[in-house]
């Protein structure tokens, strides 16, 4: 399988990333290390399953060609802390457009603490150990 992290030097990302190369999947983790450090990948160095890019997903040009690669997407990448978003609210705003456009277009979207959308031919489903609230549950539509 191959698996699209952003944000995956983060402390839930790596996490993810070490799930998978478990699994022997191919994983292709982007971040800008804002928050995320190199030393939470950096037992998989080595490991030839693991692609790195060092890149902010709200300019990187590369997020179509990685995202139409990937089969499953972890969208990690967030703004961390109350006091940047205060400094820069379209910040938010920003994010959110990556999930509808680029990421959500492929239908293959796990949303950060929310849950799993994975790509099939039926609609999606969610499978996640908590499960979202009502509000932030996607419709059929969307699953189609």
């Avoid at 402390?11 to 995320?36: M, P, Y």
């Avoid at 039926?122 to 539509?141: F, N």
Wanted: net charge positive; proline share 4%.
């Amino acid at each position: 399988m191959h698996v699209l992290i952003t944000g995956g030097a983060g402390f839930i990302g790596s996490n993810l990333v070490e799930f998978h190369l478990r699994k022997n999947d191919q994983v292709h983790v982007v971040d800008d290390l804002s928050t995320g450090r190199m030393e939470n990948l950096s037992a998989w160095a080595d490991n030839t399953a693991l692609r790195f890019d060092q890149a902010d997903v709200l300019t990187w040009g590369g997020l179509e060609k990685a995202a139409a690669w990937a089969d499953r997407i972890y969208h990690m990448a967030a703004v961390v802390g109350v006091f940047k978003v205060l400094e820069d609210p379209r910040t938010i705003k920003w994010r959110a457009s990556i999930s509808d456009g680029a990421l959500m277009s492929r239908r293959r979207l796990a949303l950060s603490a929310v849950g799993c959308l994975k790509s099939q031919a039926a609609p999606s489903k969610i499978s996640a150990a908590i499960p979202p609230p009502a509000h932030l549950q996607p419709t059929q539509s969307e699953l189609r």
